[in-house]
């Protein structure tokens, strides 16, 4: 979902995140053997959909034309989906997976733009059985991004989703040939990953907004914590079924800017829940406000596609 672009760049890429209520910024350079480098970040403040002055002053501010660019959809615009791979040949994938997909999406299949990704399966069992991540985005929530973005002249080399930016970070906190769960909560809600091997195995959604987790009173949060809490047992108990292979050592809860969930996690789930300071894992001397929980929560997602790795051809 996306084109490469030509010109030489920058070291570092250029991630974006359209927010309810503005428009989120990250540079990061990976750094071989070392935590990858934040150079920069920035909010502008706009309603969604981001008006166009606002991101022509972001890829100003942040002189965007200098970078290779990503940017993050949003929850609604597209859905993550595991199914078994079909047996096909590798160019027939993604039309075989759009037939599969017909009937289980909430749009039409002819408004989407599908892409694939491996989950790899057990090396040890005797038969392998091969399942995949389909990604489904609408057309129009795909052409709206380009549109937006060519007419700030901020060339886009990929469109990325939330579950791969999440995973990007939590790669960063494995422990070799263990599983590793993370758990963050934004404007669209409570998003759940698990990793092994860096790869991405589980994915859920929770019903939950990081705003409630902040804002509600001592009874709604108690509400929700019971809602995640049953979320999370339901979602492991179901990974462990499907990938029983895999042992998932701790829960690891993103940055939130509230307080009460960690706690409560702990005491009711049966592995250990730790709260994740980025600080911890990446380069944030160049942007000494991401010490802080709340800056870093802004812009949790928003610095996890920034550190997406790729070979770029030359």
């Given at each position: 979902?996306?084109f490469?672009?030509?010109?030489?760049?920058?070291?570092?890429?250029?991630?974006?995140?359209?927010t309810?209520?503005?428009?989120?910024?990250?540079?990061?350079?990976?750094?071989?053997?070392?935590?990858?480098?934040?150079?920069?970040?920035?909010?502008?403040?706009?309603?969604?959909?981001?008006p166009?002055?606002?991101?022509?002053?972001?890829?100003?501010?942040m002189?965007?034309?200098?970078?290779?660019?990503?940017?993050?959809?949003?929850?609604?615009?597209?859905q993550?989906?595991?199914?078994?791979?079909?047996?096909?040949?590798?160019?027939?994938?993604?039309?075989?997976?759009?037939?599969?997909?017909?009937?289980?999406l909430?749009?039409?299949?002819?408004?989407?733009?599908?892409d694939v990704?491996?989950i790899?399966?057990?090396?040890?069992?005797?038969?392998?059985?091969?399942?995949?991540?389909?990604?489904?985005?609408?057309n129009?929530?795909?052409?709206?991004?380009?549109?937006?973005?060519?007419?700030?002249?901020?060339?886009?080399?990929?469109?990325?989703?939330?579950?791969?930016?999440?995973?990007?970070?939590?790669?960063?906190?494995?422990?070799?040939?263990?599983?590793?769960?993370m758990?963050?909560?934004?404007?669209?809600?409570?998003?759940?990953?698990v990793?092994?091997?860096?790869?991405?195995?589980?994915?859920?959604?929770?019903?939950?907004?990081?705003?409630?987790?902040?804002?509600?009173?001592?009874?709604?949060?108690s509400?929700?914590?019971d809602?995640?809490?049953?979320?999370?047992?339901?979602s492991?108990?179901h990974?462990?079924?499907?990938?029983?292979f895999?042992?998932?050592?701790?829960?690891?809860?993103?940055p939130?800017?509230?307080?009460g969930?960690?706690?409560?996690l702990?005491?009711?789930?049966?592995?250990?829940?730790?709260?994740?300071?980025?600080?911890?894992?990446?380069?944030?001397?160049?942007?000494?406000?991401?010490?802080?929980?709340?800056c870093?929560?802004?812009?949790?997602?928003?610095?996890?596609?920034?550190?997406?790795?790729?070979?770029?051809?030359?």
């Amino acid at each position: 979902m996306g084109f490469f672009a030509r010109a030489k760049k920058r070291a570092g890429l250029l991630a974006t995140a359209v927010t309810p209520d503005g428009i989120c910024a990250a540079l990061v350079v990976a750094r071989a053997g070392d935590q990858p480098q934040v150079k920069a970040i920035l909010w502008q403040a706009a309603a969604r959909p981001a008006p166009a002055i606002a991101l022509d002053k972001l890829s100003k501010e942040m002189q965007a034309s200098a970078y290779r660019c990503t940017t993050v959809l949003g929850a609604l615009d597209y859905q993550l989906l595991s199914l078994e791979a079909p047996n096909v040949p590798p160019e027939e994938l993604k039309t075989a997976i759009g037939w599969r997909l017909k009937d289980m999406l909430d749009f039409p299949l002819a408004e989407a733009t599908i892409d694939v990704f491996d989950i790899p399966p057990d090396q040890n069992a005797p038969v392998r059985g091969q399942s995949v991540f389909a990604v489904a985005a609408r057309n129009s929530a795909v052409s709206q991004r380009q549109q937006m973005y060519a007419a700030a002249k901020i060339g886009l080399a990929v469109i990325d989703i939330p579950e791969m930016a999440q995973r990007n970070i939590a790669a960063l906190l494995e422990t070799p040939g263990r599983g590793l769960a993370m758990l963050s909560f934004d404007a669209d809600g409570g998003l759940l990953t698990v990793n092994f091997n860096t790869e991405l195995y589980l994915s859920r959604r929770i019903d939950v907004k990081l705003a409630q987790l902040v804002e509600g009173s001592d009874e709604q949060k108690s509400q929700y914590y019971d809602k995640i809490t049953l979320e999370l047992q339901r979602s492991f108990d179901h990974f462990d079924r499907q990938f029983h292979f895999i042992n998932v050592i701790k829960l690891v809860l993103a940055p939130t800017g509230a307080d009460g969930l960690h706690g409560y996690l702990a005491d009711n789930l049966y592995m250990p829940v730790e709260v994740l300071d980025l600080a911890a894992v990446i380069d944030v001397t160049a942007v000494p406000q991401l010490q802080e929980a709340a800056c870093q929560a802004r812009f949790f997602l928003t610095l996890g596609a920034a550190m997406r790795v790729e070979t770029v051809a030359p």
